[in-house]
């Protein structure tokens, strides 16, 4: 299976999340949060000045500048999360000759006081996505799916119910 920014996003989020929807198990078509953050993402396409959007390969790149990689997301619920998936962009992008700086864009600001975080793919945050990936890998195609355990995030998930039963 293709690694994508979601799955590298999930990873960090949530291990359970993660081998679900790389196994295809995906429950976010139900889910609101799901549905209001892809509303906001059109909402950005179809304003004029937003429409970069670029696929290529296995990620879709929100936004890309001359300078930066920019992604836009509807919280800064998990920035961490949201900056190794900025981070395989960064990667693949580089992998193909195209260096860029990354940009995360948040709409909400609840647990951070930053509208804008800046990312940049060093040496070091490059070689420890490298093992991040592998591992990754291992995760996703392991039989086992990883154990539930409940955190304050999980009553925002897409497959909260489907872990609680």
């Known amino acids: 299976m293709n690694i994508t920014?979601?799955?590298v996003n999930y990873y960090f989020h949530c291990?359970?999340?993660c081998w679900l929807f790389a196994n295809r198990i995906n429950l976010e078509d139900n889910s609101e949060d799901v549905h209001i953050g892809r509303v906001l993402h059109e909402l950005?396409?179809?304003?004029g000045k937003d429409k970069r959007?670029?696929?290529l390969e296995s990620i879709k790149l929100d936004k890309i500048t001359k300078d930066y990689v920019i992604e836009n997301k509807k919280s800064d619920a998990d920035v961490n999360a949201a900056s190794w998936q900025l981070l395989y962009y960064l990667k693949v992008l580089k992998d193909k000759g195209v260096v860029r700086k990354g940009k995360i864009e948040v709409d909400e600001k609840n647990k951070q006081d930053k509208k804008f975080h800046f990312i940049e793919l060093t040496s070091e945050k490059e070689a420890e996505l490298d093992a991040v990936l592998?591992?990754?890998t291992?995760?996703?195609?392991?039989?086992?799916?990883?154990p539930y355990k409940f955190e304050p995030k999980c009553k925002k998930c897409a497959y909260f119910d489907y872990c609680c039963l």
């Open 44 to 47: 950005k396409l179809q304003d």
């Open 53 to 55: 959007e670029l696929s």
């Open 134 to 136: 592998k591992e990754i």
């Open 5 to 7: 920014g979601t799955i």
């Open 15 to 17: 291990r359970r999340q």
């Open 138 to 146: 291992l995760l996703i195609a392991s039989d086992s799916i990883p």
